[in-house]
């Protein structure tokens, strides 16, 4: 009987534990406009000859906050839902050009197959950016980098642009 009472009572319990998702929080492609003019969100680049076009963005993502009174930032782009692929763009937020060769805080992984690989090579142009109360509201660039070699595999993105917004 004492057995039945306490399985009883640990059954709400057990039914109110929700397994944690472990899947990012992502945002389906908007649009809104801006100074009159509409504007869809978009991350699309050629990477050895094939094309990727996000189907959903994940920004927003303060690191290293008090580096330099400036925060850090990355934008990740998702790939088509079952392809794998994720782009993200990581360093300072603010307009410039920046080498992505190591010798900035601007990097970018393209991970794929199961694997990642880092740029060691090209540029990023961040060309509008827009925060507020350490919140990312606007981010717009374009990049084309060679990435480091991992098993044997590199790869080549070109034509990259990418306008991230909330």
Known sequence: MQKSLITLLAI???LSCKKKDETPATETPTTTT???????KHCTFSYNGANFSASSYLGDIPYNVFSSNRPNYSVACYGPTGSNQILTLNGKIQTGTYPLDGSTSHYVTFQTNSKTYTSNSGT???TANDTLNNSLKKYQATFSFVTDVVSGTSYTITGGDVLYIP
């Open 34 to 40: 801006t100074g009159g003019t509409t504007v869809t």
């Open 12 to 14: 709400p319990i057990l």
């Open 124 to 126: 990023l142009t961040i």
